[in-house]
């Protein structure tokens, strides 16, 4: 899909803000609200908008530890199964199949240290886990928005 530069102030007014409404983006874009909506819903259909979340703070819900652990599959062993395997642990907030010494790279959120240990332990046993390297998070000073490759300044709607 290609994108013009209504289409691009779409997107940079949703990424900031998720829960802009089609009211806010006309007037700030100044396009009639159906025809935000009419261009916001082919964002969606083609893909490019895949959904809307509430951000929400994990040590509020008590997940107050984060840690990437990099997982190398055994030898031989199909990666499609052990990415299942893998997407089975509700711990893990992110997967990302990657270059280097590990094959994966797991974001994983858990409430404290021991709860991580558990949760190495059962990584560690699933089928087609050879190794895995954890790195422990000791503060997190910036998680941003998806940086989008345009440079145009939001105006205050």
Not at 87 to 112: M, N, Q, R
Request: some cysteine.
């Amino acid at each position: 899909m290609s994108f013009d530069a209504i289409d691009m102030r779409i997107l940079s007014i949703l990424r900031e803000d998720g829960r802009a409404t089609h009211a806010a983006m006309a007037k700030a874009i100044g396009l009639s609200a159906p025809a935000i909506g009419e261009r916001v819903r082919k964002l969606e259909s083609a893909g490019v908008i895949r959904g809307y979340r509430a951000v929400i703070d994990p040590e509020a819900v008590g997940l107050g530890i984060c840690a990437f652990v990099a997982v190398s599959p055994q030898p031989r062993k199909h990666a499609a199964d052990l990415v299942e395997r893998l997407l089975g642990l509700p711990e893990i907030s992110e997967l990302h199949a990657v270059a280097g010494t590990y094959a994966f790279v797991a974001k994983v959120f858990v409430s404290d240290t021991p709860a991580l240990d558990r949760f190495l332990d059962r990584l560690f046993m699933l089928e087609g886990v050879e190794r895995t390297e954890t790195t422990m998070v000791l503060r997190t000073n910036a998680e941003r928005p998806l940086h989008l490759p345009w440079n145009e300044p939001l105006e205050e709607a």
